[in-house]
């Protein structure tokens, strides 16, 4: 059940756009999104609903494709402060369901 | 308002021993989940606790358990540790059992020797 994430890891350099895909075997329900950086909690990006609408988070923003069970979280004019560990998390039954979390991509932002 | 507070945040056990991780949610939020998190890897889902009882578990063998108290605040108990069981610990508190999204506490770094 654990989501797949893709790429494992991305280099870039500020300034510079990325996106990072999510997919599952199961039909989803929602889907979290977490960026963790070295040494500290995962820190909650944003949400995204069954049936809900592509959010949005300043220069970072997401979409929930249901039909292909997969999300892409879509990273603009990347910053320096945009690098760490990028984790999914899907919820597969309801919105009571417990979050699995995919195994990650690491984002390297240079100057 | 406060967050999530995790303790210890570092502990060394011998293999065999038994460890107790505590977790303070953060104010108004009723759902703890716990995670394992092995290095370079996602969170791994252990349990979740909502007011007061189990909602789910991962695949996770029974000497790992919890409870939740009536202020939210939680504890995973690991009995017989394993060198395997060396990873950091996480602790995420939500509202409504996640559709908010969780706040993750900082974390307790077990080691196993």
């Known amino acids: 059940q654990q989501p797949v994430q893709s790429p494992q890891a991305v280099i870039l350099r500020e300034g510079e756009d990325a996106v990072i895909n999510c997919s599952s075997s199961?039909?989803?329900?929602?889907v979290h999104w977490y960026r963790q950086k070295h040494g500290e909690a995962p820190v909650f990006l944003m949400i995204?609903?069954?049936?809900?609408e592509q959010k949005g988070h300043e220069k970072i923003s997401a979409s929930f494709n249901e039909k292909k069970q997969q999300s892409s979280l879509y990273l603009t004019a990347s910053q320096l402060s945009y690098s760490g560990t990028y984790f999914c998390?899907?919820?597969?039954?309801?919105?009571?369901?417990?979050?699995?979390f995919g195994k990650g991509t690491r984002l390297h932002i240079l100057p | 308002e406060t967050g999530v507070t995790q303790s210890p945040t570092h502990l060394i056990k011998t293999r065999g021993q038994q460890v107790t991780l505590r977790c303070s949610s953060q104010?108004?939020?009723?759902?703890v989940s716990w995670y394992q998190q092995a290095l370079g890897q996602g969170p791994q889902f252990i349990f979740q606790?909502?007011?007061?009882?189990?909602?789910g578990r991962g695949n996770f063998p029974p000497r790992f358990s919890g409870l939740q108290f009536p202020n939210y605040s939680s504890e995973l108990n690991v009995n017989a540790l394993e060198l395997d069981d060396s990873a950091l610990y996480l602790c995420?508190?939500?509202?409504?059992?996640?559709?908010?999204?969780?706040?993750f506490g900082s974390g307790t770094r077990l080691t196993v020797v």
């Open positions: 995420a508190s939500s509202l409504g059992r996640g559709v908010d999204g969780y706040t």
């Open positions: 199961k039909a989803l329900y929602s």
């Open positions: 995204l609903l069954k049936g809900g």
């Open positions: 998390g899907t919820a597969i039954m309801n919105r009571d369901d417990k979050i699995i």
């Open positions: 104010s108004g939020h009723n759902t």
């Open positions: 606790y909502y007011r007061e009882e189990e909602n």
